[in-house]
Each structure stands twice: as C-alpha cells, then as structure tokens.
C-alpha cells in the first residue's frame, strides 16, 4: 500500500466516525466512489476500531477492573501535576535532581544568581551559560553566548565559530531548541539528563502512570493507559485485547492539515487532532489556509469539531503574539468585526483537555470589567484552541507608540495608565493574575487622544499553562521578553500579581521614555542582558520627566520584588494620589 493510498483510507476512516450508523453507509459509499477496495480498507479500520472501543468502553473495564478494584477507589482520584526532572550525570554533582513543576525560565553557569551554580573550577563553563524554558512537559535549552557552546545529544549549539572574535557569540541571539525525552545537554565538563513526566491516571485501577513512559511502552490505546499490572492482567486474560492492541497500532497519527505523518512531534498519543509544526508556521500569515480548516469542521459533521469559527469569515493577519496568531474576522451574520485569536497546541489535542478548555473558558467569559476585553466565543477545530473577541479599531500600545515617535506624552499616558491599571485591578481581586502583560496586550478603542483601554489575553497563558498545552513562552526574538520581570527569567521567581505589576509599570516607562527599562548591552546576547539587568532610572532617559512620576516608575520597577506595589490596587492607588499634581504641572509647562 503506497503513502497516498494509506492517506486517502486515513481521512475516510477519520471523517467516517463523526456520522451516525445510519448515515455512515451513504457517506463512505459517496467518500469511496465506487472504490471496491478502498471501500473495503476503510470497512476493515472501522471494525477494528469499534472493536477495541467496545471492549475498553466495556463497564468498569471488567477484565482489569475484576484483577484490581479492591487496590483503589479510583472515583474520586485526580492525575499528579507534569513534571519535568533534570539529572545531572556526569560532573561534580552527579547525582542531583532537579524538579520543575511550573512555566519558567532557569539559567545554568557559574555566576552567583543562576538556578543551578556549576564548578567554579571548569573554565570551559560561562558565568551565565545557558537557559532552560520550561513548560511542564515541554521544555527547550538556549545557550547564552557562551565561548564553548552548549551541546545537546552530541550536537553543539552557540559557542565560537572558528577563528571569529571571543566576544562575538556573546553578541548573537541563539535559538530555543526543543527537548525530548531521555535527550542529553553537556555544558563543560557537566552533563545533564532531561526527563518528562505527564502522569495519567490508569484506565483500570486509577494509579498515576506516566504518559512518556506508558507511550514508549506501548501501553495505551485509544487514548486510554494501563499501567503494567494491568495492561500484563489484560494481555494475559483477553485474546480479544490482544487483537484490537494489534488493529490500532495500524492507525497512524496524522497532521490534520497536510496528513504528514506525526507520530514524533505529537507526543505518546496515538490518536488525537494535531496539526504539524510546518503547517502552524504557514498558517500564521496564511488566512486562506486557516479559513479551509474551519470550513471543513462545518461540512465534516464530527462531533468533537463543533466550531463556530465557520460563522465568520477571516479578513486578515493582525499580528502573532506569544500564544499564536491574530486574524480580523467578519460575522457572516450580522457583519461584526471581531478579533479571533488562535493559538496551535503543542501536544495531540484529546477531548478531555477541550472539555477542560472549554469549562476554563467559560468560567472566564463571566468575569466582565470597562478595561478588559469583551470575550464573544471560543472553542477548538483540528488541532488549534481559538478565542473569539471584540475588535479594538484603533490597535494597541505598540502602534500607539509608532504614531507618536517612540513615545507619549503626559497628558495622554496617564488615563492609560489609570484604565490598565484599573482593569489589572480587578483581575487582582478576582484572587488570579495576568501573566502576559506587553504593549501589544493592551488594546485602544474610541478617538484619538480620548482612548478606551482593554487589556487582552487576560487567562489564556494560565489556562495553558495548566493544560500543558502552550508549549513555551519564549519568542524567538528575545527583545520580547523585555517586560517578562527578571526574576522569571532566572527561575528566581514565581507568577502571580508581583511579577504583573513589574510588567505594566515596564509598559508604562517604555511608553513615557521610549525605552525599555534594561540597560542595552552591545556586546550581549540580548536574552543574556535580560536576566542579569541594569534598571536605569526613568529620569536619565527623559530628564524633563515630573519626579513624581519618575519615583513611581522606579519603585514599581524594583528588581527585589518584595520592594515593590503588592498588587495593581495598590498600584492604581498610588497613581491617583499623585495624579491631579501631575496634571497641573503638566499644564503650567
């Protein structure tokens, strides 16, 4: 059987299951257009396929569950956060492990602020030599303009390129290359083993078993996981199993775009919607590709594609962000312009997770203020996660901040300032966080100079951050981590309302002064300068700025976070105090 012939049975048998019995003779006669043999392929998946869902559908899975029940309630049991663990296997630490259980961003080397200090004694090691991104169960490494490079399975990344200057690695800005299980990073004489864990709980008896592992193993089907006493209890006690394991090991995981295979980037599940890195990277400019997709979950009639986005036409690409891409769409309805924002998950996208999404969603749309984004829908379509909201026609702070030269004047920065901050406010109250705040995050509606603020993607990181779907926050270009608060950078730190409060005040100085609040350093790798940096004062960079504002700049901006607002309550708090002062000096210059 050639690829194009699998491909064409794999789409059929796909499409086959979203219709009821009833109906599903008439389509596959249609599909297979008088194909004998095609027909009779697909016929052949089908029944394996319901095979093995009636027997691992069947009550209480009886075989495993008659081996085990009495091990476990498994009624009320919930799965163990994602992990990823970090070993180290060569070097004078061999042995030490590290477990990192949130989103964040850890720097080896020799300096005194890093995660992990390596042996002072190596000259081959950098103060800061390289990071690790991680998003539990995704986790990526960058090096840091190190002289020797960072190497990963044997293949350097960074380091000097023959004869060149020493101090030019320092200067270019590495990529963040992908981990995967079991993969090796060696930095000077130390060595290190990462190993990912998205534990699951058991189809049988409830016990947590790893997903990587289960996977590698061998020991899930349809989405389902056994750990090894049961999956040994079935193997041994059901011919039956035995036969449809062998039936869906046969079915492929494919990109529901282009039907590349995607068995190594989709991670351990066999099936699932996924949509392929290649793909995701053509789509983001590409409307009339993504505008098929959505097309095709509303002529498709499966029931885990219910998408609204086949209401709207997409118009064009606004912009991509660290979640995903930015479209401007028109209701075919009723001619409304929205912003649909669609975000590419990194992991095969299995209907529990969307039921999750979906309740998370929810829970969010019902939390309504003036200075946040009005949500309108959301919902999922072959492999990607899209929120549906309000149009803001007069774009962001960063286009804002185009139209004025670089930066903003008193007068109209501060009921910027006081809307954001309000917004934040009650986010903050709400008992959550924001956790992605930049300028293209807080959107401008209504007349020139008279701007209605909404701050934007208020829950999305979280929400993926939780599902371990976002995969990783860093851009490419390193200069967008420029309002992400140092201490999350260096894994010193953890989010919540203190690192947001860094993250709008580092909004409110580039717009007053036009900068961001780091010194820039020429010679450094522009991630590098990030996580060891020097705050100048707001007032060297625009000495005619009002000291009052100046002072709340500086303070909001403390590197000890402890030092800083608590929250934007306190923020927005302190901002009125000085906010009539401001204005009258404003206007006696």
């Given amino acids: 059987m050639n690829r194009e012939h699998w491909q064409q049975i794999n ?9 009821k019995s009833s109906e599903r003779k008439a389509f596959l006669e249609k599909a297979c257009a008088g194909d004998e043999e095609l ?17 691992l559908e069947s009550p209480a899975m009886a075989v495993a569950a008659k081996a085990i029940a009495s091990r476990k309630d498994v009624s009320s049991a919930k799965p163990e956060p994602k992990r990823v663990f970090i070993t180290i296997t060569q070097g004078p630490r061999k042995g030490k492990i590290f477990v990192l259980l949130e989103q964040k961003i850890v720097v080896f080397g020799r300096a005194n602020d890093c995660f992990e200090i390596m042996p002072e004694d190596d000259p081959t090691v950098g103060r800061h030599h390289f990071a690790l991104e991680v998003n ?3 986790v990526g490494v960058r090096d840091l303009g190190s002289l020797n490079g960072t190497y990963v399975n044997g293949h350097r990344i960074g380091g000097r390129r ?14 963040l290359i992908l981990l995967h299980e079991g993969d090796v990073i060696k930095a000077g004489d130390t060595m290190f083993r990462i190993s990912l864990e998205a534990p699951v709980l058991c189809t049988g008896c409830g016990e947590s078993v790893n997903l990587y592992t289960a996977g590698a193993k061998n020991n899930s089907v349809r989405q389902k996981v056994f750990c090894e006493d049961c999956w040994e209890q079935l193997r041994r006690e059901s011919k039956e199993f035995v036969r449809s394991v062998e039936a869906m090991a046969s079915v492929r995981s494919i990109c529901t775009v282009c039907d590349k295979e995607v068995a190594t980037e989709a991670g351990p599940w066999k099936l699932g919607e996924f949509i392929c890195e290649r793909c995701r990277s053509k789509m983001v400019k590409n409307k009339n590709l993504l505008q098929k997709l959505l097309n095709t979950t509303s002529s498709s009639g499966r029931p885990d594609w219910k998408c609204a986005l086949k209401d709207y036409d997409i118009r064009k690409h606004l912009g991509t962000g660290r979640l995903g891409p930015v479209y401007l769409a028109r209701g075919k309805k009723d001619r409304r312009q929205v912003a649909v924002k669609v975000i590419f998950s990194s992991t095969v996208q299995d209907p529990g997770t969307v039921a999750q999404y979906n309740s998370m969603l929810e829970d969010i749309r019902g939390m309504r203020h003036p200075n946040l984004l009005e949500p309108v829908d959301y919902g999922s379509a072959g492999g990607a996660f899209y929120c549906v909201t309000e149009y803001c026609d007069s774009g962001n702070i960063s286009h804002l901040l185009a139209k004025r030269r670089g930066k903003l004047g008193l007068h109209e920065a501060l009921p910027i300032m006081e809307q954001a901050l309000a917004g934040l406010a009650f986010i903050h109250q709400e008992g959550l966080f924001h956790g992605n705040l930049k300028p293209g995050n807080i959107l401008l509606a209504g007349a020139d100079g008279s701007w209605n603020v909404r701050i934007a993607d208020f829950g999305l990181p979280g929400i993926f951050r939780e599902l371990g779907l976002g995969g990783l926050i860093a851009s ?3 200069a967008a981590l420029a309002y992400t608060p140092p201490e999350l950078l260096t894994g010193a730190g953890i989010a919540g309302p203190l690192t947001d409060v860094w993250s709008i005040a580092a909004i409110f100085y580039h717009m007053l002064t036009g900068c961001i609040p780091h010194e820039r350093k020429r010679e450094v790798d522009p991630f590098a300068s990030l996580i060891e940096p020097v705050i100048v004062p707001s007032a060297e960079r625009t000495p005619d700025i009002v000291p009052e504002v100046a002072n709340l700049l500086d303070d909001f901006l403390k590197l000890n976070q402890h030092q800083r607002p608590q929250n934007a309550g306190e923020m927005l708090e302190r901002l009125r105090k000085i906010q009539v002062r401001v204005v009258r000096l404003t206007l006696a210059r």
Avoid at 46 to 52: G, I, Q, R, V
Avoid at 162 to 174: F, L, M, S, T, V
């Fill in 11 to 19: 789409q059929i048998f796909h499409e086959a299951q979203g219709y």
């Fill in 39 to 55: 027909l009779r392929e697909v016929h052949k998946l089908l029944a394996s396929h319901e095979k093995a869902g009636d027997f």
């Fill in 136 to 138: 539990p169960p995704t």
């Fill in 162 to 175: 023959g004869e060149e200057d020493p101090r030019q690695p320092k200067r270019r800005a590495n990529k």
């Fill in 476 to 478: 490419e270009d390193p």
